[in-house]
């Protein structure tokens, strides 16, 4: 066994001290390893929970704020005011800057006889107020702004069907 000087020069040497412990020297620096090595995959899991939180509220919210426009409908849903009904949706979410929500927001809304069977993304090609007694669909996506690097984007879409009075 050598001698206590010599271990401690011996483990300063050492990039790993794990398997060393025995000696005093080379536990004194352990605690500091550690916490490098588990500090980052601790931010991203917060990172990721706070993502996760971000689009379940932006989802939540433009789904309740749909429905709640197909059961009393806003004068800009009646008019066709698609600018104006953008901003209105825009102003409930908050976890987005407005500006930015504006600029990303699609909404369509367009007769529920006009719209296709078959499943297709919200590409805002129509936004028209629809005839009294019409049945009408509703439709909105947000691309949510990403918190962690190397996420994939996330859209947030919701959509209504509701008669028109």
């Not at 080379?26 to 390893?33: F, I, L, P, T």
């Not at 297709?120 to 028209?128: K, Q």
């Not at 509701?162 to 009075?165: D, E, K, P, V």
């Given at each position: 066994m050598p001698a206590r000087s010599d271990a401690r020069?011996?483990?300063?040497?050492?990039?790993?001290?794990?398997?060393?412990?025995?000696?005093?020297?080379?536990?004194?620096?352990?605690?500091?390893?550690?916490?490098?090595?588990l500090a980052w995959p601790m931010i991203g899991l917060v990172l990721g929970i706070l993502q996760y939180a971000v689009v379940q509220?932006?989802?939540?919210?433009?789904?309740?704020?749909?429905?709640?426009s197909a059961s009393r409908p806003e004068a800009e849903l009646l008019l066709g005011d698609r600018a104006g009904y953008r901003a209105l949706l825009c102003g409930k979410i908050v976890v987005?800057?407005?500006?930015?929500?504006?600029?990303?927001?699609?909404?369509?809304?367009?007769?529920?006889?006009?719209?296709?069977?078959?499943?297709?993304?919200?590409?805002?090609?129509?936004?028209?107020?629809?005839l009294p007694k019409e049945v009408m669909l509703l439709r909105a996506a947000l691309p949510i702004p990403i918190v962690i690097p190397f996420v994939p984007a996330v859209t947030v879409q919701s959509s209504v069907v509701?008669?028109?009075?």
């Open positions: 020069r011996w483990c300063r040497g050492l990039r790993i001290a794990g398997a060393f412990r025995r000696f005093g020297a080379c536990a004194r620096g352990a605690s500091a390893v550690e916490f490098a090595l509220y932006a989802q939540v919210v433009l789904s309740d704020r749909l429905h709640l987005v800057p407005s500006a930015t929500c504006q600029a990303r927001l699609v909404v369509e809304l367009a007769p529920l006889s006009a719209s296709p069977t078959a499943p297709t993304p919200v590409r805002g090609a129509s936004f028209s107020a629809g509701y008669r028109r009075t």
